[in-house]
């Protein structure tokens, strides 16, 4: 088992993997990167480089070869995420003054919108089975939100609540974890069923608990 980070160790962030316990850390690239996701087989990883002065989308492999350079264009993308089947990549598009959720061939072919919500639609996350896509959508709902793989079927998740973003689905793809700071205290952790009954807060104090990732 190894897990994949960002670290500064070198005066700027770099993407490491190192094995499960912390032993054999190793650098990935020698430039800037962020938001690493590994491909579902486990050989290549997603991340957002700025090697040209522009935030892209980029994959690698595992021991530091074959690095490819996914999206070219005048916004910044962000958020890469493999679907389970490790043939497509979602990401959110940052361009003149909105962010949209893309999709993507994993060899950065037949990019395309997969979101128009007319919002900010930023961090997608897909359920285990590839059939739904979570993300965050700030402005009118400012929640979580769902829709399916093709981009149809839009549906709030997290109405009853204002301000929750970064979802993460359950294993078996009935449950979302996020953070949410609707009582305007601080933000917490909590957890709905992806029906939207069941709503819990699970972090109650008074510090900032946020981007939950579950396993």
Avoid: K
């Amino acid at each position: 088992e190894s897990v994949a980070f960002i670290s500064e160790r070198t005066g700027s962030p770099r993407l490491f993997i190192m094995d499960a316990d912390g032993g054999r850390q190793r650098m990935v690239t020698d430039s800037f990167a962020y938001e690493p996701d590994w491909s579902p087989d486990g050989t290549r990883l997603t991340f957002v480089g700025n090697d040209n002065g522009n935030w892209d989308v980029y994959t690698i492999h595992i021991d530091g070869t074959d690095r490819r350079r996914l999206t070219i264009t005048p916004g910044s993308e962000s958020h890469p995420c493999y679907s389970p089947d490790g043939l497509l990549i979602a990401y959110t598009l940052t361009h003149d003054g909105r962010q949209d959720i893309q999709l993507m061939n994993i060899d950065g072919s037949d990019q395309r919108l997969l979101s128009d919500a007319g919002n900010l639609a930023f961090a997608p996350a897909w359920s285990p089975d590839g059939s739904t896509i979570a993300f965050n959508l700030a402005g009118t709902w400012d929640g979580i939100t769902l829709m399916d793989s093709d981009g149809s079927n839009l549906r709030m998740l997290t109405d009853a609540i204002t301000r929750s973003e970064f979802a993460s689905w359950a294993p078996d793809g009935n449950r979302i974890v996020f953070e949410c700071d609707a009582f305007n205290d601080s933000e917490e952790i909590f957890i709905v069923n992806i029906d939207g009954t069941g709503l819990q807060r699970l972090t109650d104090n008074n510090h900032e608990d946020g981007m939950p990732d579950w396993r």
